[in-house]
């Protein structure tokens, strides 16, 4: 209350995760925001948001020394408040650094090569049936896709070969690593499901 406008951009919010003691709380880590970050945000508002904390007071300083998913809001007088939400989305791989971390990037190198035993999703009047499949998933912010493929015109009626390379860029470090590939039936008003895999891509990178 009371603070100038240079004051308030000068402002700095400190979010501090503590482990409790008997006597005496010691610190694990903490990161240091700007308020003004957070102001200029859409609706003024961060939503689950995972923060890299460092421990000024430890001798490895300059090393992540934990990680918190947050949600806050700054607010003026004439703005209108945003309901902060519960997280169900345990995926999100965003991660905000301190300033004094660089940060670090590997490459991911994917190889979709074939689907088999498919199902036949499309009906047709005629045969059996057929699905016109391709591959779709969300990976370090980068959304991946492959070509679709009818796989009546494959030779097998439930087999799609796509044969297919994508190089992802993944700033480290990660938070989750799941990676949901979606084999999908295309279709001109709602692409279908018809099965997914999921692994842990984290522990790939992690064998370099």
């Not at 039936?185 to 895999?197: H, I, P, R, S, W």
């Amino acid at each position: 209350m009371g603070q100038s406008v240079a004051e308030l951009e000068q402002t700095k919010i400190t979010i501090k995760l503590q482990e409790k003691g008997f006597l005496n709380n010691s610190l694990i880590g903490q990161v240091e925001l700007d308020l003004t970050f957070i102001y200029n945000l859409e609706n003024h508002t961060k939503q689950h948001s995972w923060m890299a904390l460092i421990n000024p007071d430890s001798e490895d300083f300059a090393s992540i020394a934990a990680y918190l998913k947050i949600s806050g809001s700054v607010y003026g007088v004439d703005d209108t408040p945003v309901e902060l939400k519960m997280d169900e989305n345990d995926d999100d791989d965003n991660c905000v650094m301190p300033a004094s971390l660089k940060p670090k990037y590997t490459q991911l190198k994917m190889h979709i090569i074939k689907g088999e035993n498919l199902p036949k999703l499309d009906f047709k009047m005629i045969g059996s049936g057929k699905m016109d499949a391709f591959v779709s998933a969300k990976i370090g912010g980068k959304t991946i896709k492959t070509q679709t493929k009818d796989t009546s015109k494959s030779g097998k009626e439930d087999e799609a070969v796509w044969n297919e390379t994508f190089l992802i860029p993944i700033r480290m470090p990660i938070m989750s690593g799941k990676l949901i590939l979606n084999v999908m039936d295309y279709d001109t008003v709602n692409d279908e499901q018809a099965g997914a895999l999921i692994f842990n891509y984290k522990e790939l990178l992690q064998r370099e």
